[in-house]
Structure formats: structure tokens, C-alpha cells
């Protein structure tokens, strides 16, 4: 089992890290070398511009995916935050399993709108499929995720603990 945390986080952060950020480095250095092509050379190259909304595109998709992970959004818990354990495990469990129906009932429509996208990027022609794959990734991941966290409630429900066992403050440990 342990096996397979590992080889999960790997792909995980292959997926959310790595790709995002070699990507935002990439995207910065053609950022600056339009910006000197532009104002010094008077010569703007519109495929960088277009390679940066697109790179922006995928970063901020694939991070959200990190953002999820950390359990880092905004939310408005005023209201969760005035009940009691219980009170609380009940609305993580209703919580997660709306994520996991909702996104698991939109996965294959983003899948096959993905998978079928005709269209190309005007000036790279760079296919709109690869750069919308992004989307399923981060689906993918908000359901494994929320569906781990249902798991963990679960058990808290049924141990009558309460607790919330995942990205507590104390430790980071999670599935992936």
C-alpha cells in the first residue's frame, strides 16, 4: 500500500507541480523575450502572446489542483464553525459527496468535449485538445480527493470521533 501512495504522489505532483511550474518558468522567459522583441526590436511576435494566455490557462487549472489538495480556498464558514463535531462531520460528508457526484457525472462530457475538440490555436497551431486536457486532470483529482476525504468521514462518523483525519493543522498527511 505504501507502494502506491508513492507512485500516486508522484504522479500527483508530476501533474500539479512539475508541469505547472516548468510551465511558468517557460512562460516568463517568452513573457520577457516578447517584451524585448516589442519595445526594443519593434518586432512583437504574437505567438507568444498567444503561447502565454494558453500556459497562464493550464497553470491556473492544474494548480487549483494543489489548491484542493491543502484544502487552501475561500470559503464562508460561519456557519460551520458555530456547530459541534458531529455537526461538522456531517456537513464535510455531504460536502465531499457532492463534489464526487457532481464532478463524476461531469467527467465524461469534459472528457469526450476534450477528446473531440477540432479546433487549433490560430498562430502555433497547437491542438485546443492538449491544452484543455487540463480540465479532466483537475476533475480527476478533486474526485479522488473528495472521495477520500467521504471515506475518512466516514469513519469518523462511525468511531463517533468526529475528527477530521485529513489536512489537519498538526500534519499534512494525505492520500496523494
Not at 517557460?26 to 519593434?42: E, G, H, S
Not at 494558453?54 to 487549472?61: D, E, Q
Not at 469526450?112 to 480540465?135: D, H
Request: hydrophobic share 55%.
Amino acid at each position: 500500500m505504501n507502494f502506491l501512495k508513492k507512485v500516486g504522489r508522484r504522479v500527483a505532483d508530476f501533474f500539479e507541480i512539475s508541469i505547472p511550474g516548468t510551465l511558468f518558468i517557460v512562460m516568463f522567459l517568452i513573457f520577457v523575450f516578447n517584451v524585448v522583441m516589442r519595445y526594443i526590436f519593434r518586432n512583437s511576435q504574437h505567438w507568444a502572446q498567444e503561447f502565454i494566455s494558453n500556459a497562464f490557462m493550464i497553470i491556473g487549472l492544474l494548480s487549483a489542483c494543489v489548491a484542493h489538495k491543502y484544502e487552501d480556498l475561500v470559503v464562508f464558514d460561519l456557519f460551520y464553525s458555530a456547530l459541534g463535531g458531529k455537526g461538522k462531520n456531517i456537513l464535510r460528508l455531504i460536502s465531499n459527496a457532492l463534489v464526487v457526484i457532481g464532478i463524476s457525472i461531469a467527467i465524461p462530457f469534459a472528457v469526450r468535449y476534450v477528446w473531440n475538440l477540432p479546433a487549433v490555436t490560430p498562430e502555433m497551431k497547437i491542438p485546443q485538445n492538449i491544452i484543455f486536457a487540463s480540465i479532466p486532470i483537475l476533475f480527476i483529482s478533486a474526485v479522488i480527493r473528495s472521495g477520500y476525504r467521504f471515506v475518512m468521514d466516514i469513519i469518523s462518523l462511525k468511531d463517533k470521533t468526529y475528527l477530521q483525519r485529513y489536512n489537519d493543522d498538526d500534519t499534512q498527511e494525505m492520500l496523494i
